[in-house]
């Protein structure tokens, strides 16, 4: 029988189980256990207004979240990009004991009248690493293994496809998944427990332990059938020649070597992910004329029909072509200007 399976976070939802995600969210940190603290409501994300906000609450949503330690309660305005305006101001005077496992069982005010997004709270954590790849060349390539019970294992390859795959690359903060297989040879296969085995994602999951998989450690495989996974490199843009790092020719790193992208398809929604992956402002229309002091660039056109929707958290989650498959030049090199908040 298909259960939730759950890593190690150091607490229960339940006998053994992770009934849905978490309803609180960390926004525009570094890494998912830091940023502006959003709580949802009715499908709707709402911010938090820091009165009262202190230690204990933002312990609360570490615990929630699956990350580590609490260790600070940052404003949320240092997130960029900085909450829409229209966004809603949930709640504040939040007021955690710090024992609980969720915020939703803290208490709090909903009348939310005197605060403005200036005051969103904000929250870090320690990370936890509860899955890893080994083996392999570098961290985004090798033996998959999970943490469970303060225990590394390995996980069985029996019913692993490409969309697991693509939550674990997207976890470890490294670009797409190219390759799974059966792993390993001698040399190269785990030692000792074999956590999971029938992993099931539909590869839009956040993190590993929101998809579905047997009971931990009940199967019948062996080391021989260990998972392997490979994901590129993470990505990387950059603006380049600008006044500042949020203005300029657009370039992405692949395979170590910077290109630029092609600007056929290209328009405002692939602008706002780029200003917002870059942690910069909106982007901000710039006549023709100025942008071609920008162009042309050299070397490498990695990306050509980049379609965005315009609330990807990467330009690597858009749509594009092949890596370096194009029919442009230089000359339609994509210029990006974002307004630094």
């Known amino acids: 029988m298909a259960l939730f399976f759950f890593l190690i976070f150091g607490f229960c939802t339940g006998p053994g189980l992770l009934e849905s995600p978490p309803k609180v969210r960390l926004v525009g940190g570094p890494h998912h256990c830091e940023g502006r603290v959003e709580v949802e409501r009715n499908g709707e994300w709402g911010t938090v207004c820091d009165d009262g906000w202190n230690m204990n609450d933002v312990e609360v949503v570490c615990r929630e979240l699956g990350c580590g330690a609490a260790k600070g309660t940052p404003s949320g305005n240092l997130y960029k990009p900085l909450a829409d305006e229209k966004q809603k101001?949930?709640?504040?005077?939040?007021?955690?004991?710090g024992m609980e496992d969720e915020l939703i069982k803290c208490g709090w005010l909903e009348d939310v009248y005197d605060c403005s997004h200036s005051e969103d709270a904000g929250a870090i954590c320690e990370i936890p690493e509860t899955v890893r790849l080994v083996g392999g060349p570098g961290r985004c390539k090798g033996r998959l293994e999970v943490k469970h019970q303060e225990q590394w294992g390995t996980v069985c390859?029996?019913?692993?496809n490409l969309s697991a795959a693509k939550v674990v690359c997207r976890q470890l903060g490294c670009g797409k998944a190219t390759l799974i297989k059966r792993c390993c040879n001698k040399d190269t296969q785990g030692q000792g427990l074999i956590w999971l085995s029938n992993v099931s994602c539909s590869g839009r999951e956040g993190y590993l332990q929101y998809c579905l998989s047997g009971l931990e450690g009940s199967n019948n495989c062996t080391h021989d059938e260990d998972t392997w996974v490979e994901c590129e490199d993470p990505f990387?843009?950059?603006l380049v020649n600008g006044d500042t790092s949020?203005?300029?020719r657009?370039?992405?790193l692949h395979?170590?070597?910077w290109g630029s992208v092609c600007d056929d398809g290209w328009g405002t929604k692939e602008e706002?992910?780029?200003c917002q992956q870059l942690g910069c402002g909106k982007p901000i229309f710039v006549p023709a004329k100025a942008r071609r002091k920008f162009v042309p660039g050299d070397g490498r056109i990695w990306l050509d029909d980049v379609h965005c929707k315009g609330q990807e958290q990467s330009l690597e989650q858009c749509q594009h072509?092949?890596?370096g498959y194009h029919d442009c030049n230089h000359k339609e090199d994509v210029v990006v200007f974002c307004l630094e908040e």
């Open 236 to 238: 990387k843009l950059r």
């Open 157 to 160: 390859k029996t019913g692993w």
């Open 255 to 257: 395979k170590g070597i």
């Open 321 to 323: 072509r092949s890596w």
């Open 89 to 97: 101001i949930f709640i504040r005077e939040v007021n955690c004991n």
């Open 246 to 248: 949020c203005s300029g």
């Open 250 to 252: 657009l370039e992405v």
């Open 272 to 274: 706002q992910v780029v």
